[in-house]
């Protein structure tokens, strides 16, 4: 089982910046892919930004240029780093990662999520 613990959401302006954490815990056989996803408000969770265990990523076309997606393997976390945010950020990011014997067996893993508000 893998315990996905995120932090780093809250309220900035259009414009401004915040840096997303989440770090994987709990017993495991070992930490593949990891990303965000975002949720708003009557909205479908969408894919934000991922990376593999070997540092290849994928962006959003919405983010690209302003978002950056980094880990640290050794500690089995990741990041994201939103600059020039703008109000359509806004939603409930989540923390996923795939964990297991990859290619022959994985199980997805989501964080609880945290909020992350631009106001204009």
């Known amino acids: 089982q893998v315990q996905l613990a995120e932090s780093g959401g809250g309220l900035v302006q259009a414009g401004g910046s915040l840096r997303l954490s989440c770090a994987a815990s709990?017993?495991?056989?070992?930490?593949?892919?990891m990303g965000w996803y975002r949720q708003a408000p009557g909205k479908q969770r969408e894919l934000v930004a991922a990376i593999t265990g070997g540092g290849k990523t994928n962006y959003a076309d919405s983010v690209k240029g302003r978002f950056t997606i980094s880990r640290d393997n050794a500690k089995n976390t990741v990041y994201l780093q939103m600059n020039s945010l703008k109000p359509e950020d806004t939603a409930v990011y989540y923390c996923?990662?795939?964990?297991?014997?990859?290619?022959?067996?994985?199980?997805?893993?989501w964080g609880q999520g945290t909020q992350v508000t631009v106001s204009s």
């Open positions: 709990g017993r495991f056989f070992s930490i593949n892919a």
């Open positions: 996923h990662c795939q964990e297991g014997d990859y290619p022959y067996e994985e199980y997805d893993y």
